[in-house]
């Protein structure tokens, strides 16, 4: 199975801030790697797909990068609606279609 | 607009069996692979089944092998899945979704979650 390690598990930001959240594969996933919000009590909501390809409707703050083994998230200006979960994910292989663990944005 | 809407959720007993369905529409449902992802209180999420448009390829993650079964029927738009022989360890919201269609599988809509609890 190909495993998904997100880091950090958390960390602390203010509005405006650049935030950036990395995702690594234990084996290379090409760039299958999609990237995840969730907010308290609401089902995740597709932000990036194929690495760094912008879902329809995604603010342009919100930017993914890498291929092979590391990826990034980056948010450009923390907006308030932005404190969240964040998740990757790899869709190179199945079975598992595996998460990260999971990146928690907190306010500082 | 793509809408999923899943029900069947609830208070089971350990060894107990539960059907989830998944109501699909604003979207050609025969067209998609679907999925079946859950996430347990408190922590992050867990793929565990998938299944192609025409129901040809099945997977399942090894923590559900053997226990549950996807299916779906595309003639009325609808994703299901077969738990048995449930544990504790089962209980999540267990969220209904479609693979996009666009040869990268992501993950493009999810329904609200279904809440499956686990308890004697």
């Known amino acids: 199975d190909i495993q998904m390690t997100q880091s950090p598990s958390s960390l602390s930001a203010s509005v405006g801030d650049r935030v950036t959240i990395t995702c690594r594969a234990s084996?290379?996933?090409?760039?299958?790697l999609n990237w995840y919000q969730q907010k308290p009590g609401k089902a995740p909501k597709l932000l990036i797909y194929a690495a760094s390809s912008l879902q329809s409707g995604v603010p342009s703050r919100f930017s993914g990068s890498g291929s092979g083994t590391d990826f990034t998230l980056t948010i450009r200006s923390l907006q308030p609606e932005d404190f969240a979960t964040y998740y990757c994910?790899?869709?190179?292989?199945?079975?598992?279609?595996?998460f990260g663990q999971g990146t928690k944005v907190e306010i500082k | 607009q793509v809408q999923l809407v899943e029900s069947g959720g609830g208070l089971v007993k350990p060894g107990g069996s539960l059907r989830l369905s998944c109501a699909a529409s604003g979207f050609i449902f025969s067209d998609y692979y679907m999925s079946w992802i859950r996430q347990a209180p408190g922590m992050g999420l867990e793929w565990i089944s998938r299944?192609?448009?025409?129901?040809?390829?099945?997977y399942y993650a090894d923590s559900v092998k053997g226990r549950f079964t996807i299916s779906r029927d595309n003639a009325k738009n609808s994703l299901y899945l077969q738990m048995n022989s449930l544990r504790a360890e089962d209980t999540a919201v267990y969220y209904c979704?479609?693979?996009?269609?666009?040869?990268?599988?992501?993950?493009?809509?999810w329904g609200q979650g279904t809440l499956v609890t686990v308890s004697s």
């Open positions: 084996q290379s996933i090409n760039s299958y």
């Open positions: 994910q790899q869709s190179y292989s199945t079975p598992p279609r595996t």
């Open positions: 299944i192609s448009s025409r129901d040809t390829n099945i």
């Open positions: 979704a479609r693979e996009g269609g666009g040869g990268w599988a992501e993950t493009d809509y």
